[in-house]
């Protein structure tokens, strides 16, 4: 029986003393109503051979006998733990049939493909048309051979290029099935042309390449130029290789290092085709986006660079800035501009993830960079897209932002930091206050206890994680130690205050004005209303109030387990997650995000050895929780070139930036204050004893610190 008429088995027994139509089924599973019917008829079959009548109730539709209810939940029982079910949605369909296009594994007619899908014709015939409508978009005609079949009328070069912008293209928490059969079992994209081994080597050997130029590419240029690596090294396996001519004019200056590196990577690949695929590659590194200004001997047309100059000046005279002042917009420009010259000549859509937020919230910014673009890129011949205006109103949002938060003076702006403890969480938002205010010095970092009798003669501002109840001599603004864009927005709307009198100057010389040429019937009324209108308003939005959980609550309602057996951080983080899996508490999208951070900056979320707090940005769909995991024996990770052994896991699952910052300053005080709450939370025998050990500690530090600002145990 199907895995689709598994599901149907279990959506009939949702509801098992009711009944579901045909056509509700289709609508569910997107599929025919002659798909599911040929799916009714073999899980009739099925059910009547464990002694289960499955009948159709006239003018109400398909149900389970009455009288067989009790066998068909103990049948669902039994498939649960057998591990069957799953089936191919309308989307995944589309993806198996866009990739054995792409792979030259598709089967040559409509009736193969049905059959491999096992759906019925119709509903193949409709998928089919979804992927070539895909190709058509990426400029790839599908073609019919009557020898070959269905195949894709593209080039090498053209099949790895679509290869790629086919992977990018699935979500972050793709399951995504290749090709399925009744024979084969089903694969991911990633197993099937991603393999581990080719990912590991294609990562290291360009991270060596670019090592040796002193380049450095954004992760998302470094992402694209590794998959299409691995694709090469799978395609050159199967005996493809890409010809010469692919790509003309474009150089990096990376050739030879190119070439002495790929038969290492390729050992398949032959001799006399070495020089056609290092072109090719030393192209797409010239088209990927970096962070810094390097390939200085590379052959890129002269007028790159005198777009990057014609944009910063025109743009410069329609904002009223000087934008050439900014030395990291002016090289950022450069870069981009010799990129995406090099990404034209290469036929690669640029992608900017943000670009719907940008135009939203940059309206007036993108429309004068997308007229200035337009004008400057005309006599080359190039046509801006959506994407690439949106990274250059991104450069140039950025360069406005610095120009705004330079001093009004020339020391810089002194910060007092204040946490629970003075330790963690303050030196946390001490380092993201240095990279985000370049001209801001913070000369102390003060506990919640000390900060009352701090002598603030050489302080202008204080940032505090807690609140604090008496009044200090200078400004305090509360912060999340994460430094949220709330909290940049209420610094910058601090460190760069809008004049008082303006409103009522501004009031006045209007007047003045209409005075001159209009009969005023009430000149104190009008006057109000004017002040009204031009009251400035706050360039801030401070953040609604949000509920949150103390740390003993998050593990009262979350998972605690003790002394388990892990062999790894992976494994430990694993065996915290599952129960939050199961039961819907944590999304698989954010558990992937945090073993992506682990595996792409060593991030383990050591709060203090032995104890770490694995966490990605928080998820709105994740319900607040936390599962603590200690383990029998110590796992090691790797930092710094030290290892680090770790014995307590305290997995966060939260759901807003403010919870999750909550969260992390309760657990940095309570490490930084009492260090020997890691070691009895490890020697804790039960959950129940774990989570005592917790709430006494919470205490110990509620009772020296009566002021903090926390939910009471």
């Known amino acids: 029986m199907s895995p689709r008429a598994w599901n149907i088995f279990r959506m009939l027994m949702k509801d098992p003393f009711g009944a579901t139509t045909v056509r509700q089924l289709a609508l569910a599973l997107d599929v025919s109503e002659r798909t599911i019917r040929y799916d009714l008829n073999a899980l009739s079959g099925f059910l009547g051979a464990h002694g289960i009548v499955l009948q159709r109730v006239p003018h109400k539709g398909i149900s389970i006998s009455p009288d067989d209810v009790a066998a068909a939940l103990d049948l669902i029982q039994d498939e649960q733990k057998s591990g069957c079910g799953g089936y191919l949605s309308a989307e995944e369909r589309e993806r198996a049939i866009a990739w054995a296009l792409l792979d030259g594994t598709c089967p040559k007619s409509l009736a193969g493909m049905a059959e491999s899908l096992e759906v019925s014709r119709s509903t193949a015939k409709r998928d089919f048309d979804h992927a070539a409508a895909w190709f058509s978009r990426h400029g790839i005609p599908v073609c019919y051979d009557a020898r070959v079949g269905w195949h894709l009328e593209a080039d090498e070069y053209a099949r790895r290029k679509t290869m790629v912008d086919f992977i990018q293209s699935l979500p972050d928490n793709s399951a995504d099935i290749i090709w399925s059969s009744k024979d084969a079992k089903a694969r991911l994209p990633f197993q099937a042309i991603l393999e581990p081994s080719d990912l590991e080597a294609a990562s290291a050997s360009l ?111 329609a904002l009223g800035f000087d934008l050439f002042s900014d030395k990291d917009l002016v ?34 910014l993108y429309q004068e960079c997308a007229s200035t673009l337009s004008v400057v890129l005309g006599p080359h011949g190039l046509t801006p897209s959506d994407d690439e205006v949106g990274y250059f109103a991104t450069y140039v949002g950025a360069a406005l932002e610095r120009l705004k938060k330079q001093p009004a003076v020339s020391r810089k702006t002194r910060v007092a930091v204040v946490c629970g403890a ?147 951080w992976e494994d430990a983080v694993w065996i915290a997650a599952r129960p939050l899996l199961d039961d819907g508490r944590m999304t698989e999208r954010y558990i992937q995000q945090v073993f992506d951070m682990a595996k792409r900056y060593g991030q ?89 050990v917790t709430k006494r500690y919470l205490k110990h530090m509620l009772r020296q610190l009566p002021a903090r600002s926390m939910t009471a145990i």
């Open 422 to 568: 003075g330790i963690g969480t303050a030196s946390f938002l001490s380092r993201a206050l240095a990279n985000e205010y370049p001209h801001m010095e913070v000369v102390a970092l003060l506990s919640a206890r000390d900060c009352q009798s701090y002598d603030y003669a050489g302080v202008d501002l204080v940032l505090s994680t807690v609140s604090i109840p008496f009044v200090l001599p200078r400004p305090v603004l509360r912060v999340s130690p994460m430094l949220t864009r709330s909290d940049i927005r209420l610094i910058d709307a601090f460190l760069n205050p809008v004049s008082a009198t303006c409103t009522e100057s501004s009031a006045a010389k209007i007047l003045e004005i209409v005075e001159k040429t209009c009969d005023i019937r009430d000149r104190t009324a009008l006057e109000q209303e004017l002040k009204e209108l031009l009251e400035p308003k706050p360039s801030y939005i401070l953040p609604k109030p949000e509920g949150f959980m103390t740390l003993a609550q998050l593990m009262e309602r979350g998972e605690i387990q003790t002394a388990v057996s892990a062999k790894s």
């Open 331 to 364: 090289q950022a420009m450069t870069i981009h501009a010799k990129a995406m010259v090099a990404r034209a000549k290469l036929g690669i859509a640029a992608r900017n993830p943000m670009l719907d937020q940008i135009k939203t919230q940059f309206t007036g």
């Open 604 to 692: 383990y979320g050591v709060i203090l050895a032995p104890l770490c707090a694995p966490h990605a940005e928080p998820d709105i769909s994740n319900k607040a929780s936390i599962s603590v995991v200690t383990t029998s024996n110590d796992v090691v990770v790797s930092m710094g070139g030290d290892e680090v052994r770790l014995n307590v896991i305290m997995l966060l699952c939260l759901q807003t930036p403010v919870a999750h910052a909550v969260a992390l300053d309760e657990l940095f005080s309570l490490v930084d204050e009492y260090p020997g709450f890691i070691g009895d939370l490890h020697d804790a025998h039960t959950p129940a004893e774990a989570l005592g």
């Open 207 to 317: 991270a060596a390449l670019c090592a040796l130029h002193g380049e450095r590419l954004t992760d998302e240029s470094f992402q694209m130029l590794v998959y299409y690596l691995c694709i090469a090294m799978s395609r050159t396996r199967a005996g493809n290789s890409v010809g010469y001519g692919a790509v003309k004019g474009l150089a990096s200056g990376w050739l030879g290092d190119i070439c002495d590196m790929l038969p290492n990577l390729m050992p398949d690949l032959p001799p006399s085709h070495v020089d056609a695929e290092a072109t090719v590659l030393d192209a797409l590194i010239m088209a990927a986006s970096r962070q810094s200004l390097s390939l200085a001997d590379s052959d890129m047309p002269g007028w790159a660079s005198k777009i990057a100059d014609d944009f910063l000046e025109s743009i410069s005279k």
